[in-house]
């Protein structure tokens, strides 16, 4: 594939899984693996389990905190075992792993794919940094599933949808992935939603539903300074109102 897969667990429980979660990677051409806070060492059982992906357990990076390696990726993917149709819909609003993989098809860029511990799954904070959501659809009897499985089933789908080798004159030119001007909208989003006052209790859920919605569009970098532009734009209109009409700054 393209883009640069990292596939992040946070705070895992069990090492076994974590070895389990290495061979998927191998498996299916993923480059790294990251633990956050892990909640058991790397020991025997994990080596075990990963076969082919040892290497990647070696090299695997461990951090205290997920922000530490989310800031470094272009677009970040949770997994989540809820669907949609609550009241927090655009909190837990997803794609399906075939989806998935036809999103990733072309783009280029850093792409985390964000799986939570065992027992609980990604809390509220995570899934909130999350570009887009990816939801795995099991029967309601017994959705739960085990944390290296979710792995394989979603990396399967990224790996067999990604577009046949071409010749390099007729592939189409990846579509490079936001990265910085990314962060900056959602820096510029934030002060414009504070500047024109919106409701300061909504301000949150405002940005989280616009993340959401570019998540799943891709936007890329040039569309994202565009977007930028646009915003900047919008500020100096309102300013500019201000001055007219004596409004409070």
């Given at each position: 594939?393209?883009?640069?897969?990292?596939?992040?667990?946070?705070?895992?429980?069990?090492?076994?899984?974590i070895?389990?979660?290495?061979?998927?990677?191998?498996?299916f051409?993923?480059?790294?693996?990251?633990?956050?806070?892990?909640?058991?060492?790397?020991?025997?059982?994990?080596?075990?389990?990963?076969?082919?992906?040892?290497?990647?357990?070696?090299?695997?990076?461990?951090?205290?905190?997920?922000?530490?390696?989310?800031?470094?990726?272009?677009?970040?993917?949770?997994?989540?075992?809820l669907?949609?149709?609550?009241?927090?819909?655009?909190?837990?609003?997803?794609?399906?792993?075939?989806?998935?993989?036809?999103?990733?098809?072309?783009?280029?860029?850093?792409?985390?794919?964000?799986?939570?511990?065992?027992?609980?799954?990604?809390?509220?904070?995570?899934?909130?940094?999350?570009?887009l959501?990816?939801?795995?659809?099991?029967?309601?009897?017994?959705?739960?599933?085990?944390?290296?499985?979710?792995?394989?089933?979603?990396?399967?789908?990224?790996?067999?949808?990604?577009?046949?080798?071409?010749?390099?004159?007729?592939?189409?030119?990846?579509?490079?992935?936001?990265?910085?001007?990314?962060?900056?909208?959602?820096?510029?989003?934030?002060?414009?939603?504070?500047?024109?006052?919106?409701?300061?209790?909504?301000?949150?859920?405002?940005?989280?539903?616009?993340?959401?919605?570019?998540g799943?569009?891709?936007?890329?970098?040039?569309?994202?300074?565009?977007?930028?532009?646009?915003?900047?734009?919008?500020?100096?209109?309102?300013?500019?109102?201000?001055?007219?009409?004596?409004?409070?700054?």
């Amino acid at each position: 594939m393209r883009a640069e897969l990292t596939v992040v667990l946070d705070r895992p429980k069990e090492d076994g899984n974590i070895g389990a979660v290495a061979r998927a990677i191998k498996n299916f051409g993923g480059r790294s693996l990251v633990l956050v806070a892990p909640r058991a060492p790397l020991g025997g059982e994990a080596y075990r389990r990963a076969m082919a992906g040892r290497s990647l357990l070696q090299r695997a990076k461990i951090v205290d905190r997920l922000e530490e390696v989310l800031e470094t990726q272009d677009l970040v993917i949770g997994s989540t075992d809820l669907s949609t149709g609550r009241t927090d819909s655009y909190l837990r609003r997803s794609v399906t792993p075939a989806e998935l993989g036809r999103i990733l098809r072309a783009v280029s860029g850093k792409v985390a794919l964000l799986l939570g511990p065992e027992d609980n799954g990604l809390d509220r904070e995570a899934l909130e940094r999350c570009d887009l959501l990816v939801h795995i659809p099991t029967d309601r009897r017994s959705p739960s599933m085990n944390l290296s499985h979710a792995a394989a089933v979603l990396l399967y789908e990224i790996y067999q949808r990604q577009t046949p080798p071409l010749p390099p004159s007729l592939r189409p030119p990846p579509v490079p992935l936001g990265g910085r001007e990314e962060r900056l909208f959602y820096e510029m989003l934030a002060r414009f939603l504070e500047e024109i006052h919106y409701p300061k209790h909504k301000r949150p859920a405002m940005a989280l539903l616009v993340r959401r919605v570019l998540g799943r569009a891709l936007p890329s970098s040039y569309e994202y300074s565009m977007l930028l532009g646009f915003l900047r734009r919008a500020e100096y209109a309102w300013r500019k109102e201000w001055k007219r009409t004596g409004l409070p700054g």
